[in-house]
């Protein structure tokens, strides 16, 4: 797969690039901001919960500690263990009921906590008491769910629980008690204390930041002792977490006193454990109450994001335009620049790099206009020259003056052959001076192709035959001098060496706006390795390079040419209805445009 940076356009991957990245800039920073504050929430919540249950802990267990010890002072009382070891009908003991009465009803009356203090006697079957403090047989403790925890042990606390008095409830409140069992000197059981705490007074020793949670307090075992408020919005049964707290509470790190879980749905429980009793004190609060606070954080980060990635979009336009509008001018100008037009310059009002390319730009296509305005100038003054080493290659001027004098010798002398072919050679040679011009009509070309011919019937005594068949129309054309007579020349070389008699023609018409020649043989022919020697033949190389410098390539010679069938020659110009100049002539050319 390639590259896309090297297929997609510059605008497109600077705009996209840019809003890639300030987009994951900005979901970093969003959602980093928002991980740490709510972290920082829920660290100060931890926190604080943790103090605060600390010190309900700290009251609860001085309340215990309390109830215990005033448990242990009446259960191990001299009074209190004769009373219950005395019959039930007997007079000490009926005299010392409102003793033992008293005893038990003045701890309700001095501590605030205490709602009653209640004795379960194994030798009583009829309850003495005055409101919930009293006497009361032991069968009524007997059949109580809480029996069963209190016989297997020396003392025990209840949770939270209705206190019934003679079958009616003691009060609208329940309690929470702790039972501690009545030895005798025996160390036999013969009765059970009762302490019973007022629920309120537990509760208002909980009180505290519990409106956004739910608090309980738990015994050793997990058993619930006191919940905070069993009607409030985020209370949730306790029959619901008992058999769950054991496992999120083992799990928790060590050290650590708060756990993440999922309990109907996802909330934070924070506890505290007392040393001495292995009591716990928790609360349990929803998770998006917690976060409550980090919510409106994480929509007031939502709504900057938004306006960042705004101004993001806005910027990454902005740049991109200002980046691409240079390069795309600079790119145009390129493209202008290979049609051929070096003479645009990029207007150029930056200096940074931008301004750099621009500048070396302009001096680019200054340069190139420059040197290609000096390389046509070499090219023309080299054609030039090339055309005057041909032009003395074929026009030796001296050679006329001296074919004159001969002529006049050999008429003097009565040499009339001798005179004709001089006169005939004069005729050519003046031909091709013509007054140093490069161009002349086809008339011009026929009449030195003809004075040619007949100074070749005289030589080769009229064996070769020529035929000429050039109309009238073709006259007042132009054509490069010199054209026709090296391909004639080369027949009569190449064709009829050895002495064999033959014929040459000459033809010429209009094909296509174009001037079509043709010299054709009947010699020898040649193979096409001879072919090959005879177009590097002086003449046969001078008429095609000619040809070649003044109308391009698209005008040249073709030769067909099979041994023992002859030789034809094609030779293709442009028609010309005047002459041009040599300069013209040669920059169709030589020169390079821009």
């Known amino acids: 797969m390639r590259n896309p940076f090297k297929t997609i356009p510059f605008s497109i991957t600077f705009f996209t690039s840019f809003l890639f990245i300030s987009a994951v800039l900005i979901a970093l920073l969003g959602s980093t901001g ?35 010890n005033d448990s242990l002072v009446i259960s191990s009382n001299p009074v209190v263990i004769q009373y219950l070891q005395k019959s039930e009908s007997s007079f000490e003991r009926i005299e010392q009921n409102a003793e033992v009465i008293d005893l038990l009803s003045r701890h309700s009356y001095v501590d605030e906590a205490v709602h009653s203090v209640q004795l379960y006697a194994k030798n009583t079957t009829v309850s003495t008491h005055i409101g919930a403090n009293g006497v009361f047989a032991y069968d009524i403790l007997k059949n109580s769910p809480s029996y069963e925890t209190i016989r297997n042990a ?30 005798s000197t025996k160390g036999e059981e013969i009765g059970i204390l009762s302490f019973n705490l007022k629920l309120s007074y537990i509760r208002q020793l909980m009180s505290g930041q519990t409106a956004d949670g739910a608090r309980y307090v738990l015994d050793s075992n997990m058993r619930l002792m006191v919940e905070s408020d069993p009607e409030a919005e985020y209370a949730i049964p306790h029959s619901e977490l008992a058999g769950r707290l054991p496992g999120i509470i083992d799990r928790a790190s060590e050290g650590a006193s708060y756990a993440v879980a999922e309990l109907g749905k996802k909330r934070l429980l924070i506890w505290s454990k007392q040393q001495r009793t292995g009591w716990i004190a928790m609360d349990i609060i ?28 806005t910027m990454a336009f902005f740049l991109s335009r200002q980046f691409v509008r240079p390069i795309r001018r ?26 750099y390319l621009n500048k070396n730009f302009n001096q680019m296509t200054q340069n190139m206009a420059r040197l290609l305005e000096e390389v046509n100038e070499q090219n023309r003054r080299k054609r030039e020259a090339e055309m005057r080493v041909l032009q003395e290659q074929i026009n030796p001027h001296f050679l006329y003056n001296t074919l004159d ?14 005179s004709r072919m001089l006169s005939l050679l004069g ?12 161009f002349i009509t086809v008339a011009k070309e026929l009449e030195h192709l003809q004075c040619y011919a007949e100074l070749q019937k005289i030589r080769y005594r ?21 054209t026709l007579q090296p391909f004639v020349e080369n027949a009569l070389i190449h064709g009829f060496h050895s002495g064999r008699r033959g014929m040459i023609r000459v033809a010429g018409w209009l094909e296509d706006n174009k001037l079509i020649f043709s010299v054709e043989d009947d010699g020898h022919g040649m193979d096409p390795a001879a072919l090959s020697v005879s177009r590097e033949h002086t003449g046969f190389r001078n008429v095609r390079e000619r040809i070649e410098l003044y109308f391009g390539f698209e005008y040249g010679i073709k030769v067909d040419s099979r041994p023992g069938a002859g030789t034809k020659v094609i030779v293709c110009l442009p028609k010309l209805d005047q002459e041009p100049s040599e300069a013209a002539g040669i920059l169709a050319e030589g020169e390079v445009g821009a």
């Open 154 to 183: 020396d003392s025990a606390w209840f949770g939270a629980r209705p206190l019934e008095v003679e079958g009616y409830l003691a009060g609208k409140e329940g309690v929470v008690s702790f039972m501690r069992k009545v030895l």
């Open 330 to 355: 600079l790119i145009q100008a390129m493209n202008r620049m290979k049609q051929g037009h070096l003479d645009l310059r990029v207007e150029n009002d930056y200096e940074n790099e931008f301004g």
């Open 462 to 482: 009229n064996h070769i035959r020529f035929e000429f068949d050039l109309p009238d129309s073709l006259n007042d054309y132009y054509i490069p001098k010199l």
């Open 34 to 68: 928002y991980y740490i504050t709510n972290q920082e929430v829920v660290d100060k919540t931890i926190s604080s919960r943790r103090l605060l249950l600390n010190e309900i802990n700290k009251q609860i267990e001085l309340q215990l500690n309390t109830v215990e």
């Open 405 to 418: 004098t001969m002529n006049w010798h050999a008429i003097e002398s009565g040499a009339d052959e001798i």
């Open 286 to 313: 929803p998770w998006d109450q917690i976060t409550q606070g980090s919510r409106r954080i994480q929509q007031t980060i939502g709504l900057a994001a938004a306006i960042c990635v705004i101004l993001a979009v």
């Open 427 to 438: 005729r050519m040679l003046r031909i091709g001076l013509s007054s140093g011009a490069a």
